[in-house]
């Protein structure tokens, strides 16, 4: 049996000093959180630790993103083990 995980787009991750970040909206305010990167499918990546299913993962990311700007978002998608 596998747990459901979040899986989001590869190219929503920041690879920063800091470790593995992602961009997300909460409460309409843009925050930069850490993850764990459970599984790497190449094209997507599932999240180990840091993202709920509640939160709107950034997609157009970049070193200069900051709060309040325009963003597109992505909700991340719960999968099975078996797809």
């Known amino acids: 049996?596998?747990?459901n995980a979040l899986s989001?787009?590869?190219n929503a991750l920041l690879f920063r000093t800091?470790?593995?970040q992602v961009g997300v909206v909460r409460d309409g305010n843009v925050e930069i959180i850490n993850v764990t990167i459970a599984n790497d499918e190449g094209a997507t990546v599932e999240i180990g630790s840091g993202l709920t299913a509640e939160d709107s993962v950034i997609?157009?990311?970049s070193d200069s993103l900051t709060s309040g700007q325009?963003?597109?978002i992505s909700l991340p998608n719960l999968t099975?083990?078996?797809?």
Do not use: D, R, T
């Not at 099975?80 to 797809?83: L, R, T």
């Open 18 to 20: 800091e470790g593995l």
């Open 1 to 3: 049996g596998h747990c």
């Open 70 to 72: 325009k963003v597109m």
């Open 8 to 10: 989001i787009p590869s």
């Open 59 to 61: 997609l157009n990311q």
């Open 80 to 83: 099975a083990g078996a797809q």
